[in-house]
């Protein structure tokens, strides 16, 4: 494997900024040593339950929209987030639901579910149906639900980071308090706009969260084949940009992690990077050669890091019983089973719908 | 309870695969994300992997068959009740809308009618190729003749190209001349048209065009304008190439046709070809070029097979366009994937009596406007054929051509057929739509003639 997802260890010195850092008493790896002095959030029984639940919604979700994919009902591109549940559900539950805002790639179905976004109308868009959350109009990369402050859904990559430095300067021109997280992945990391992006967002000590989701890989390439720097929450260093290297197979240090980099941001001292090392255990999208990496490193990480699996195996630990995760698991089955039946059932859109929407108004 | 496992559709455009091998056998218990067998396309291998769990009770489709159709089972497995999830098994009728998986086939079944270029050498041998290979094999040939050339993008080494159009390259000619890139098409656009103007002759690929808007900077700012502003002493000889125009299914931020963004920049040189021989002719004499040009490929051809001349160095004159099927009636006007389509409206039209003639524009920039008023003045009817939206488009320079310099050859006036001027979208009965297709091209064309 490229990276483990266990802290690293490093050279203490390599990203202490306090020297060059001026009598802010700002320091780079504040942050970093806040999460290491206390590495996981202390859920209730009924909070880690409840993480439980909502990554195996995202991972039962997902392998339904695999199965209707190689059955034809989906077509296109169509990624899945399967082995990054944790990542997007940690972090979803530390915002203000409403208020935060979140923008992502094309890698969008988990952080939809995570927001509590209705699983039909995420699958219907999937099928490209009338009831999809765009009409059918976007397909897997392009959801979007402004009620729930979630902008999408890009396609283009490293586009969200700077989209989102623009909703976080929304945030702040209003004064609302809201603060954004941009999701990007470690390929696009490498995208010039980022760096634009991060220098703005410090410059103007903007409210955003830079979410890079490490999985190691952006389509064949491993992270080491393309990045200079593969530490990649060191990379807003240069913009004085604090960062945190977090376990995005554990819910619970991501929830912790997702805390201090709030806190951070709504203390008005601008944006914090955030890189969470994680795994996809799919390929890239539905085709995929998989000849980038063997079958042992994937079965490796599934036997050994998942998150599903570890969240259960502490709430075992825990003394929840055993019957009431099979509960949950049934009614998981049933939901996504229902959201399948609803998506392949619902009509397409009407053909009149070709033409509306391009604008708000009319040609 | 039974489950059939099926064909899975790995991709956008797959119909039918290869199974190549079987990685479980019958009476294997099986948990979901196990991979259960190995699928060949022709653009890849896949594994194929579990959903369900439970015990293999038949492998219905033994390794190493092809040709086995998305959807046909192949396997069937006894679920572990609970657990099971009864989607597949349960839908035995087909999906109620058109499967998406296998889209119309928007033309790809037309029967290729070539006449041959004007300049392939009598009795020259012909090889089929797809249009893959033959871009491919261009760049081989290239790179083998001349150590200045190579090639950079993303995924086009060790993966072979996202679209299998490097296969074999870095194989042959290493990781200097192969480079992958990181996901920085701005970065590696300028890097390639520096390396350009430092003397070597880069072949940048982009995985897609839509992709290309990153870099749009340096194909217009820095490459096609140095020539010009340096007085002729600074070139440029890059190639710019990749997948152009929509695919399947993948919606709007990834199906749009560039070309005629590109065909507006003086200073670039721009090539959309259709079929094999013209992909290898004209990808040869960009690479030769030195100007900066812009290669349109469109990823719906690249599996298609045609004739390509099967000599030495089969290079092709850029600016010239293509009467690929002579008629009499109404000239239709298109390139790239369009000139499939268009062929297979002439087939229809010749079974109602209307004689169209084909005109495969294949370099967009320059425009060969005499090929175009040479085939008006024979019909003296014209239509143009384009995937592309329809305001400023190639449609729209062919139409200024008749008017300009073919007004008193027209018997009727010339009509455009195009994409719906909207962002492509997802649905698979809108994008049906919203695309160009034989159909509509067939129905101007009787427009045109009073019919
Ligand atoms: C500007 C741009 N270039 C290339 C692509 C094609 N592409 C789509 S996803 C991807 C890999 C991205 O990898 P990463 O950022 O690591 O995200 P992941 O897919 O791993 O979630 C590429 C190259 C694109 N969509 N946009
Ligand atoms: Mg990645």
């Known amino acids: ?363 | 309870m039974a489950i059939e496992l099926k064909m899975p559709a790995l991709s956008p455009t797959m119909e039918e695969g290869t199974l190549a091998k079987w990685l479980v056998k019958e009476g294997d218990e099986v948990r979901s994300g196990d991979i259960l067998a190995e699928i060949e396309t022709d653009k890849a291998t896949m594994e194929f992997e579990a959903v369900d769990e439970g015990t293999i009770t038949s492998l219905v489709i033994p390794a190493g068959t092809e040709g086995v159709k998305v959807g046909a089972v192949i396997a069937t497995l006894d679920g572990d009740g609970a657990a099971a999830s009864p989607a597949p098994a349960a839908r035995v009728e087909p999906a109620p809308q058109p499967a998406p998986a296998t889209p119309a086939p928007r033309g790809e079944d037309a029967a290729p009618v070539l006449r041959s270029d004007p300049s392939v050498p009598e009795g020259a041998a012909m090889a089929v190729l797809t249009v893959r290979e033959a871009l491919r094999d261009a760049m081989a040939e290239e790179m083998r003749s001349d150590s200045r050339v190579f090639v950079m993008g993303e995924e086009v080494a060790e993966y072979q190209g996202a679209y299998k159009v490097t296969q074999g390259l870095l194989e042959e000619f290493g990781p200097q001349r192969v480079i992958d890139t990181p996901i920085t098409e701005y970065g590696f656009a300028g890097l390639g048209t520096g390396a350009a103007m430092g003397g070597l002759r880069p072949i940048v690929e982009f995985m897609t065009f839509n992709f290309a808007m990153q870099a749009i900077d340096h194909i217009v700012n820095s490459a096609a304008k140095t020539n010009y502003m340096s007085g002729g002493q600074m070139r440029c000889p890059v190639v710019f190439r990749g997948p152009n125009g929509a695919a399947a299914r993948v919606g709007a931020q990834h199906s749009q046709n560039y070309a005629p963004w590109y065909a507006s920049v003086p200073g670039l040189v721009v090539i959309a070809p259709y079929d094999s021989a013209d992909a290898k002719g004209l990808l040869k004499a960009a690479i030769r070029s030195e100007d900066p040009v812009v290669f349109l490929e469109n990823e719906l051809v690249y599996g298609r097979s045609f004739p390509v001349p099967d000599i030495a160095d089969w290079v092709l004159p850029i600016g010239k366009a293509r009467v690929v099927r002579q008629g009499a009636d109404v000239t239709i006007v298109s390139y790239s994937i369009g000139v499939g389509m268009a062929l297979e409206a002439a087939e229809t039209l010749a079974g109602e009596g209307i004689d169209a003639e084909v005109l495969d524009l294949r370099t967009l920039r320059p425009l060969d406007r005499a090929a175009v008023l040479e085939s008006l003045a024979r019909t003296n009817r014209l239509i143009v054929a384009e995937e592309a939206w329809p305001q400023c488009s190639i449609a729209s320079e062919v139409i200024a051509i008749c008017m300009e310099d073919g007004f008193d050859l027209l018997d009727a006036p010339v009509l455009r057929v195009c994409d719906a001027d909207v962002p492509l979208p997802y649905a698979a009965n809108l994008e049906k739509l919203a695309l160009l297709n034989p159909a509509r091209i067939v129905e101007a064309a009787r427009k045109v003639c009073y019919r």
């Open chain 1, 1 to 363: 494997m490229a990276k483990p997802a266990r802290p690293r260890k490093k050279a203490p010195t390599a990203e202490t900024g306090e020297s060059e850092a001026g009598g802010s008493g700002f320091a780079l790896r504040s942050l970093q040593d806040n999460l290491a002095s206390n590495r996981r959030y202390e859920a209730s029984d009924e909070e880690l339950l409840h993480f439980y639940e909502q990554m195996l919604l995202i991972r039962r979700f997902e392998e339904k929209a695999g199965q209707l994919y190689g059955l034809g009902l989906i077509g296109g591109f169509c990624h899945l987030y399967i082995g990054q549940e944790a990542v997007a559900v940690g972090l979803q539950s530390a915002l203000r639901a409403g208020l935060d805002s979140v923008i992502t790639g094309y890698r969008d179905h988990g952080h939809m579910l995570a927001y509590g976004i209705d699983p039909r109308v995420i699958m219907a868009e999937l099928t490209g149906r009338q009831a999809g959350i765009s009409k059918g109009k976007g397909g897997s990369m392009h959801m979007f639900s402004t009620e729930h402050a979630f902008y999408g859904g890009h396609g283009i990559v490293g586009a969200q980071v700077p989209l989102g430095a623009g909703l976080a300067f929304a945030h702040k021109y209003r004064g609302d308090g809201g603060v954004c997280l941009s999701y990007f992945g470690d390929g696009a990391s490498n995208q010039g706009q980022v760096y634009e992006t991060f220098n703005m967002a410090s410059l103007w000590q903007l409210p955003i969260i830079f979410v890079i989701e490490n999985n190691q890989y952006a389509m064949g390439t491993a992270v080491k084949r393309s990045s200079a720097e593969t530490h990649f929450h060191r990379r807003g260093t240069a913009f004085r940009i604090p960062g945190l290297d977090v376990n995005g197979m554990d819910v619970l240090e991501v929830r912790r992690a997702a805390e201090i980099a709030l806190e951070h941001v709504r203390g008005g001292n601008g944006p914090v990077l955030m890189e969470l090392n994680t795994y996809r255990y799919r390929g890239h999208s539905m085709s995929d050669p998989a000849k980038y990496r063997s079958r042992e490193e994937v079965q490796e990480v599934r036997e050994k890091r998942d998150p599903i699996e570890a969240a259960r195996h502490d709430l075992l630990e825990r003394g929840i019983d055993e019957a009431r995760l099979k509960e949950i698991d049934k009614a998981i089955r049933a939901r996504v089973a229902e959201a399948a039946d609803f998506a392949e059932t619902s009509p397409e859109p009407d053909p009149a719908e070709l033409y509306t929407d391009v604008l708000v108004s009319a040609y």
